[in-house]
């Protein structure tokens, strides 16, 4: 069902261990990808909702008269939305406002000398199109983890796009347009994959450009992003989820084996990693392993996951191993089930989001934690931060000096200017004292 990779012993023979390149990883066919959505995209910047149109009608099987959303379907799937869905979805919402309205940072100022300040400002960005897939899964919490934080930046306008659903007479999955309308975004277009990023990036009749994209997809959103990135930002290249659990002798096995189910439904290509330096915790977590999968709905996609060449379990001498290779994996979602959990959480340095102890499973962070699922994924979480507040704004330098002050600095400026060889920096400072007959150091 898994695949063992057993790195025991094998540092004390004096081999080097390429943690980053032994660790499972499942390979994204992305130059492949890249290909096949390039036309997509220079269709669309070209014919705009057109091209959009019939690839509602080839790729979703659907045929649109438009793909705006109109507004009373976003209201009426949250009149028609489950009491207890809805109830968790306004838990899960006032949770992620809390933790974001802590991350809002303020202005600061720094008065460099007298007369001289940088203001270091924040500024949200204009617009932003989010996306929240509807293949295997309607993720409608990936609206409330895209939109929430967008919303305590200050974001002014904010698009949503998910792909046109057959079963729903060409609309989005009505779970999404629920959640759209608790969180207000009334603008919404049944768009997919590298459609809607084309959309944002472009724009579209009735359908602003935006300044910045973000929302998980699967490869072929991926793989636009990557195309349109600089002439938008995007939040990331995330690929297909991922979880790592470190964990040791005293790990419950149908703890773990449960929460690498839970990342494996999500798709064939999710990937479940164990790494312990316990071989009977690895043997009874593969027990549970067979007997919880035999129970679960989605049978196909999480066999399908388990046993990709993405998901193993791995080996290790100790803990001390075991957080090296978890730090060179950089998951996107990272498990400690230890004896002392916290004191080996706060060691590691790569991970987009780490669940201490057991009572802490990935699932919590992906509905109701108050965390942020939007995670990177692939490794890049050892350069890349999940989504947050930060994520939707700008930093401006704003610098304010008086005629004392630049005085002062000057010759500063002058030397600067002539060792670089741009004297014309340096005139461009002399010339302010010059016109008032005033020369600097005067």
């Known amino acids: 069902m898994i695949r063992r990779l057993d790195l025991r012993g094998r540092l004390a023979t004096g ?7 032994l660790v499972p990883r499942a390979e994204l066919a ?6 096949g959505v390039r036309p997509i995209l220079e269709d669309v910047r070209h014919r705009g909702v057109e091209a959009l149109l019939e690839y509602a009608e080839r790729f979703d099987g659907v045929k649109l008269a438009s793909v705006r959303v109109p507004p009373q379907a976003i209201t009426g ?40 300040t940088i203001t270091n400002r924040l500024v949200p960005y204009t617009r932003v199109g989010v996306y929240a897939p509807g293949g295997l899964a309607p993720l409608a919490s990936s609206v409330v983890m895209t939109v929430v934080p967008a919303q305590i930046a200050g974001v002014g306008s904010i698009a949503l796009a998910s792909p046109p659903q057959k079963d729903y007479g060409g609309l989005p999955h009505p779970t999404i347009l629920a959640v759209c309308a608790l969180l207000g975004v009334d603008e919404v277009y049944a768009v997919g994959g590298a459609g809607a990023v084309a959309m944002f990036t472009y724009g579209v009749d009735g359908c602003e450009p935006a300044d910045f994209i973000a929302g998980p997809g699967r490869i072929s959103t991926v793989a636009a992003k990557r195309l349109v ?27 773990v084996a449960a929460d690498l189910i839970s990342q ?5 290509m999710a990937a479940s990693v164990l790494v312990t330096p316990d071989e009977s915790l690895a043997d009874a977590v593969v027990k549970e392993l067979e007997l919880q999968v035999e129970a679960t709905k989605h049978l196909g996609r999480i066999q399908a996951a388990l046993a990709g060449e993405q998901s193993g379990v791995v080996l290790v001498d100790d803990l001390e191993q075991g957080l090296a290779v978890v730090d060179a994996y950089a998951a996107e979602h990272l498990e400690i089930h230890t004896v002392d959990a916290a004191r080996w959480a706060s060691r590691v340095r790569n991970a987009g989001a780490i669940f201490v102890g057991a009572w802490a499973p990935v699932s919590l962070g992906d509905y109701a934690a108050g965390s942020n699922h939007v995670l990177p994924t692939g490794g890049c979480a050892c350069h890349s931060s999940g989504l947050s507040v930060r994520s939707f704004l700008k930093a401006v330098h704003v610098i304010e000096y008086d005629q004392a002050a630049l005085r002062d600095v000057e010759p500063h400026v002058s030397a600067l200017a002539d060792a670089e060889d741009l004297p014309a920096h340096g005139a461009a400072v002399r010339i302010r004292f010059a016109r008032e007959g005033d020369q600097p150091g005067d």
């Open 15 to 21: 081999e080097r261990l390429d943690y980053r390149a």
């Open 30 to 35: 992305l130059e492949e990808a890249l290909d």
């Open 77 to 116: 799937a949250l009149e028609t939305l489950d009491a207890d869905v809805r109830a968790a979805f306004e838990e899960s919402i006032a949770r992620l406002r809390a933790v974001s309205e802590r991350e809002r940072e303020q202005d600061t100022t720094v008065d460099v000398v007298p007369g001289g």
């Open 229 to 255: 990135r600089g002439i938008v930002g995007i939040d990331s290249e995330a690929g297909p989820t991922e979880i790592a659990i470190l964990a040791d002798e005293s790990a419950d096995p149908a703890y």
């Open 264 to 268: 494996a439904e999500h798709d064939p």
